[in-house]
């Protein structure tokens, strides 16, 4: 801070004060003017300037002009008039304004200004002029810094013998603060600490609201804590701001701890409105326990909380699915006079469906009317998300629907939850034409984008999912880092390393950065492909890039290496990361192992890992039997698989509907039907859908024993779920019929699956083949020989054998020996079977629908 009185050439005309204006006709003035004139210096260079107004004059000065041509009043003179006054602010402040515009030369000990200002505080009925003056000089933005002001303040009370008051000092701070010289507020409030000058809490709050409002949020941080350290006084108005303040930084814990000591301080007088600040904060930090208990202390203390503190306490505990505590402290607020607002209603509406409870949901949704409110976008978004995950689509249709006709627009958050509850049930059409609406009005922003790229990868229709990229791009809408992941994801997942790799190049010219989760997903899919050491590189790579891999990146590797046969290794790297504490212990990394130990067919390992895991104190969920089930089912331990599950229900652990198509799938394959179709009805009584996987296994498992009137009614049954069937549906439908001789049926479907752009493979085509050659139907199996000449697919040694042995059945050598041919022409090598069937004439044994059922 400066020190010193200014020197003249800092000060401006106005407040160097000195005598160029005219003098009142008061006998007391012109007596005074006869007795200095010859002390006068400078002659009066534009008599004119006398007729100008004078800022914040307001006394009448309707006096003569004194004869003043040859010289002025030099600024001894006119402070010691000034101290002549000092019981006589009135006198003063008129001297001061007849003065004012006149140059002297300059004293080098006080200044006019300060003695007046000084003079104008000591009275009440005169502070005004003081807060004017000051209010002009920080206004003007011509004059000094304000810390040469203070200075001069402090000198003059000093020199002159001025009582020493605050009340000038804290009018200065204010001035400067209404101009928002916030930095020479700032500089005199330090200045008046260090003089030990008596601040005002109000002067010390209005200057932290000025600087917080300005983002000067660190400046207000440093000011309070070092007037607070010097033991200066504040309030509970004072912690508000500064509490606000570190929200708008996000300093939630400086927050409440700027609360805490208020609250310890005991000097401090906290209000509700703090109290319900500091709810705010807790809430926000989701500390639910500390908010409820500040709850009870503003109870205790005889407040009734506001609506707001209500609002945000009840919301916390909805989001902490605290539905009863919430629902009581809903009943609470009505009782004490709130009403119901549209917040607290969404809010509840949204904890309901969490919990699977969509009937309450709708419930309050029915009741806003009676509370007097209208549901706005987010109450619409909330209750049409609780539909659609709770498998309700057509309501969530319906409250669309009522939400257009109420007028109100629909936005891509809305747009955006109807869109993955179409998804999340597999309506890809009715998807489909909300985003396509979501486009046309310009509303699609990247999360819609995202979410239908998101389920188009998740389906490995990775071409659709770049189609739906492509608009984006076109559209101008920027690919984020998320959009990116879940394109590398589908690549990944789909073996297409190089087009994964190239997107992960793209990222540098988008300005993104590679996470950890891309990472994850790229050492994933080359483990996928089996190769571990570029997998290895690319976590080097990760690393050297300052990325910290995480628990989902250990966990990757180590599920990673178990797919690739390296089990054992996996292991050992999982206790060597734990023991260096890097990782935690978790289900998804025995999962991994056990899962690995079991496709290596080494079952007592993996039953070995189960027990380390359990005897660690880790209890496996789900996903842990799961494994354990699809292991032993694969490996035929029926029994063991039917033991875990018994240990799954005793641990009151809710069967998925992965577990349940594990379960299914190796009863199936054990054509133990009956059980088979027992779990089926077990998942539809608990409430799940069947999913793909589960109605492939049945359908198979009834093809199996020959059942295909239930198959087909399994079939019908998916289909009006919006389960679409998958080429392994049709195959294994087509090869059931065929073998039943339902030719006419087999060909429909057939047809049908060419229809939904279901394309056959070898697997498919060695069906019809082999039903058509069985059955009698030689001719037709040709034409499916010739239409995969056509689509250039080339045929297997199996089909070719099939065909051969159906023309010697027929009689016709010529046509069986020409396939022999051909098989030759087109590089296949024939095999024993091939051999066996131009010997004998016939295919021997069953072998070629053991080879179906294998591939099935």
Same mark, same amino acid.
């Given at each position: 801070?400066?020190?010193?009185?200014?020197?003249?050439?800092?000060?401006?005309?106005?407040?160097?004060?000195?005598?160029?204006?005219?003098?009142?006709?008061?006998?007391?003035?012109?007596?005074?003017?006869?007795?200095?004139?010859?002390?006068?210096?400078?002659?009066?260079?534009?008599?004119?300037?006398?007729?100008? #107004?004078?800022?914040?004059?307001?006394?009448?000065?309707?006096?003569?002009?004194?004869?003043?041509?040859?010289?002025?009043?030099?600024?001894?003179?006119?402070?010691?008039?000034?101290?002549?006054?000092?019981?006589? &602010?009135?006198?003063?402040?008129?001297?001061?304004?007849?003065?004012?515009?006149?140059?002297?030369?300059?004293? /080098?000990?006080?200044?006019?200004?300060?003695?007046?200002?000084?003079?104008?505080?000591?009275?009440?009925?005169?502070?005004?002029?003081?807060?004017?003056?000051?209010?002009?000089?920080?206004?003007?933005?011509?004059?000094?810094?304000?810390?040469?002001?203070?200075?001069?303040?402090?000198?003059?009370?000093?020199?002159?013998?001025?009582?020493?008051?605050?009340?000038?000092?804290?009018?200065?701070?204010?001035?400067?603060?209404?101009?928002?010289?916030?930095?020479? @507020?700032?500089?005199?409030?330090?200045?008046?600490?260090?003089?030990?000058?008596?601040?005002?809490? &109000?002067? $010390?709050?209005?200057?932290?609201?000025?600087?917080?409002?300005?983002?000067?949020?660190?400046?207000?941080?440093?000011?309070?804590?070092?007037?607070?350290?010097?033991?200066?006084?504040?309030?509970?108005?004072?912690?508000?701001?500064?509490?606000?303040?570190?929200?708008?930084?996000?300093?939630?814990?400086?927050?409440?701890?700027?609360?805490?000591?208020?609250?310890?301080?005991?000097?401090?007088?906290?209000?509700?409105?703090?109290?319900?600040?500091?709810?705010?904060?807790?809430?926000?930090?989701? /500390?639910?326990?500390?908010?409820?208990?500040?709850?009870?202390?503003?109870?205790?203390?005889?407040?009734?909380?506001?609506?707001?503190?209500?609002?945000?306490?009840?919301?916390?505990?909805?989001?902490?699915?605290?539905?009863?505590?919430?629902?009581?402290?809903?009943?609470?607020?009505?009782?004490?006079?709130?009403?119901?607002?549209?917040?607290?209603?969404?809010?509840?509406?949204?904890?309901?469906?969490?919990?699977?409870?969509? =009937?309450?949901?709708?419930?309050?949704?029915?009741?806003?009317?009676?509370?007097?409110?209208?549901?706005?976008?987010?109450?619409?978004?909330?209750?049409?998300?609780?539909?659609?995950?709770?498998?309700?689509?057509?309501? @969530?249709?319906?409250?669309?629907?009522?939400?257009?006709?109420?007028?109100?627009?629909?936005?891509?958050?809305?747009?955006?939850?109807?869109?993955?509850?179409?998804?999340?049930?597999?309506?890809?059409?009715?998807? $489909?034409?909300?985003?396509?609406?979501?486009?046309?009005?310009?509303?699609?922003?990247?999360?819609?984008?995202?979410?239908?790229?998101?389920?188009?990868?998740?389906?490995?229709?990775?071409?659709?999912?770049?189609?739906?990229?492509?608009?984006?791009?076109?559209?101008?809408?920027? &690919?984020?880092?998320?959009?990116?992941?879940?394109?590398?994801?589908?690549?990944?997942?789909?073996?297409?390393?190089?087009?994964?790799?190239?997107?992960?190049?793209?990222? &540098?010219?988008?300005?993104?950065?590679?996470?950890?989760?891309? !990472?994850?997903?790229?050492?994933?899919?080359?483990?996928?492909?089996?190769?571990?050491?570029?997998?290895?590189?690319?976590?080097?790579?990760?690393?050297?890039?300052?990325?910290?891999?995480?628990? !989902?990146?250990?966990?990757?590797?180590?599920?990673? $290496?178990?797919?690739?046969?390296?089990?054992?290794?996996?292991?050992?790297?999982?206790?060597?990361?734990?023991?260096?504490?890097?990782?935690?212990?978790?289900?998804?990394? !025995?999962?991994?192992?056990?899962?690995?130990?079991?496709?290596?067919?080494?079952?007592?390992?993996?039953?070995?890992?189960?027990?380390?895991?359990?005897?660690?104190?880790?209890?496996?969920?789900?996903?842990?039997?799961?494994?354990?089930?699809?292991?032993?089912?694969?490996? /035929?331990?029926?029994?063991?698989?039917?033991?875990?599950?018994?240990?799954?229900?005793?641990?009151?652990?809710?069967?998925?509907?992965?577990?349940?198509?594990?379960?299914?799938?190796?009863?199936?394959?054990?054509?133990?039907?009956?059980?088979?179709?027992?779990?089926?009805?077990?998942?539809?009584?608990?409430?799940? =859908?069947?999913?793909?996987?589960?109605?492939?296994?049945?359908?198979?498992?009834?093809?199996?024993? #020959?059942?295909?009137?239930?198959?087909?009614?399994?079939?019908?049954?998916?289909? /009006?779920?919006?389960?679409?069937?998958?080429?392994?549906?049709?195959?294994?439908?087509?090869?059931?019929?065929?073998?039943?001789?339902?030719?006419?049926?087999?060909?429909?479907?057939?047809?049908?699956?060419?229809?939904?752009?279901?394309?056959?493979?070898?697997?498919?085509?060695?069906?019809?083949?082999?039903?058509?050659?069985?059955?009698?139907?030689?001719?037709?199996?040709?034409?499916?020989?010739?239409?995969?000449?056509?689509?250039?697919?080339?045929?297997?040694?199996?089909?070719?054998?099939?065909?051969?042995?159906?023309?010697?059945?027929?009689?016709?050598?010529?046509?069986?020996?020409?396939?022999?041919?051909?098989?030759?022409?087109?590089?296949?090598?024939?095999?024993?079977?091939? !051999?066996?069937?131009?010997?004998?004439?016939?295919?021997?044994?069953?072998?070629?629908?053991?080879?179906?059922?294998?591939?099935?």
């Amino acid at each position: 801070m400066k020190a010193l009185v200014p020197s003249s050439s800092q000060i401006p005309p106005w407040l160097i004060l000195f005598s160029r204006h005219h003098l009142c006709t008061s006998s007391t003035l012109n007596s005074l003017t006869n007795q200095h004139t010859q002390i006068l210096e400078k002659p009066i260079l534009n008599p004119q300037i006398y007729e100008k #107004n004078v800022p914040f004059d307001d006394t009448d000065h309707s006096c003569d002009i004194p004869n003043l041509e040859n010289g002025g009043f030099t600024k001894n003179h006119v402070v010691d008039v000034l101290l002549s006054y000092k019981d006589d &602010p009135d006198s003063a402040y008129r001297y001061f304004q007849t003065v004012r515009q006149q140059r002297g030369s300059v004293h /080098n000990k006080s200044d006019p200004f300060f003695v007046l200002l000084h003079i104008l505080v000591s009275s009440t009925m005169h502070q005004h002029k003081a807060r004017r003056l000051l209010d002009y000089y920080a206004s003007s933005g011509s004059g000094p810094s304000a810390s040469v002001i203070f200075n001069g303040l402090v000198v003059c009370a000093k020199s002159f013998g001025f009582e020493s008051t605050p009340r000038v000092f804290n009018f200065l701070v204010n001035s400067c603060v209404k101009a928002n010289r916030l930095n020479d @507020a700032v500089d005199c409030l330090k200045g008046m600490v260090e003089h030990d000058i008596m601040l005002w809490v &109000p002067t $010390m709050n209005k200057l932290l609201t000025a600087l917080v409002r300005k983002d000067m949020i660190g400046v207000a941080r440093d000011l309070y804590t070092e007037v607070v350290s010097r033991g200066t006084r504040y309030d509970r108005h004072t912690v508000h701001i500064l509490m606000a303040a570190c929200l708008r930084e996000g300093k939630m814990e400086e927050a409440l701890k700027l609360f805490e000591e208020a609250k310890m301080s005991g000097g401090i007088k906290l209000d509700a409105a703090l109290y319900g600040l500091c709810v705010y904060v807790a809430c926000k930090e989701e /500390n639910l326990n500390l908010a409820l208990e500040l709850l009870d202390e503003m109870k205790e203390r005889d407040w009734v909380p506001s609506e707001g503190t209500y609002t945000n306490i009840i919301t916390a505990c909805v989001k902490q699915r605290n539905m009863v505590e919430a629902l009581r402290l809903k009943d609470e607020m009505l009782s004490n006079g709130h009403p119901m607002n549209l917040v607290v209603a969404t809010s509840l509406m949204k904890g309901y469906h969490v919990q699977s409870d969509l =009937s309450s949901a709708l419930d309050l949704f029915d009741k806003l009317i009676e509370y007097g409110l209208a549901p706005n976008k987010v109450t619409y978004a909330v209750v049409m998300e609780g539909c659609c995950k709770n498998g309700n689509v057509e309501k @969530a249709v319906e409250v669309y629907r009522q939400m257009k006709l109420a007028g109100i627009k629909s936005n891509a958050f809305v747009e955006n939850s109807l869109i993955k509850g179409f998804l999340s049930v597999n309506l890809l059409d009715e998807a $489909m034409n909300v985003f396509d609406e979501a486009i046309n009005s310009g509303t699609a922003n990247v999360f819609v984008y995202n979410s239908v790229i998101a389920w188009f990868c998740k389906k490995d229709q990775m071409d659709e999912a770049q189609k739906v990229w492509d608009k984006m791009v076109d559209n101008g809408v920027l &690919p984020t880092i998320t959009s990116y992941n879940n394109m590398i994801l589908g690549n990944c997942r789909n073996g297409k390393m190089n087009k994964a790799l190239d997107l992960f190049s793209q990222l &540098p010219e988008r300005h993104l950065k590679a996470n950890v989760v891309t !990472y994850s997903i790229l050492i994933d899919g080359y483990f996928r492909k089996g190769d571990a050491d570029k997998a290895e590189n690319m976590f080097d790579q990760m690393v050297s890039s300052g990325i910290s891999p995480n628990d !989902y990146t250990f966990n990757t590797i180590i599920s990673g $290496m178990s797919k690739v046969g390296k089990t054992s290794e996996a292991k050992d790297l999982l206790k060597e990361i734990v023991a260096r504490g890097v990782l935690s212990q978790s289900c998804m990394s !025995y999962n991994g192992l056990i899962d690995g130990f079991f496709k290596e067919d080494d079952v007592s390992s993996a039953l070995a890992v189960y027990r380390e895991m359990c005897d660690s104190g880790i209890s496996p969920d789900v996903v842990t039997y799961t494994t354990l089930i699809d292991g032993f089912c694969k490996s /035929n331990n029926i029994n063991l698989a039917l033991k875990m599950l018994n240990e799954m229900r005793n641990r009151e652990i809710k069967l998925d509907v992965i577990a349940y198509s594990v379960l299914i799938d190796g009863f199936c394959k054990r054509r133990d039907m009956k059980t088979a179709s027992e779990l089926f009805d077990e998942i539809l009584q608990v409430g799940l =859908s069947p999913n793909l996987f589960v109605y492939n296994s049945m359908i198979s498992g009834f093809r199996n024993v #020959n059942n295909m009137e239930a198959a087909l009614v399994l079939r019908d049954r998916m289909i /009006n779920e919006g389960v679409p069937c998958d080429l392994e549906t049709y195959t294994t439908l087509i090869d059931g019929l065929l073998k039943d001789g339902e030719i006419v049926v087999a060909s429909d479907l057939y047809t049908e699956m060419l229809g939904k752009d279901v394309m056959p493979d070898d697997i498919t085509y060695t069906v019809l083949v082999n039903g058509l050659c069985n059955k009698g139907q030689v001719e037709n199996a040709h034409k499916v020989l010739e239409e995969m000449c056509k689509k250039s697919k080339t045929p297997s040694a199996l089909i070719y054998n099939t065909l051969i042995a159906g023309y010697f059945k027929k009689g016709n050598l010529q046509e069986a020996f020409r396939l022999h041919d051909e098989m030759l022409d087109k590089g296949l090598e024939p095999d024993d079977a091939t !051999y066996d069937i131009l010997v004998s004439g016939q295919l021997k044994g069953n072998s070629l629908g053991l080879d179906i059922a294998t591939m099935n």
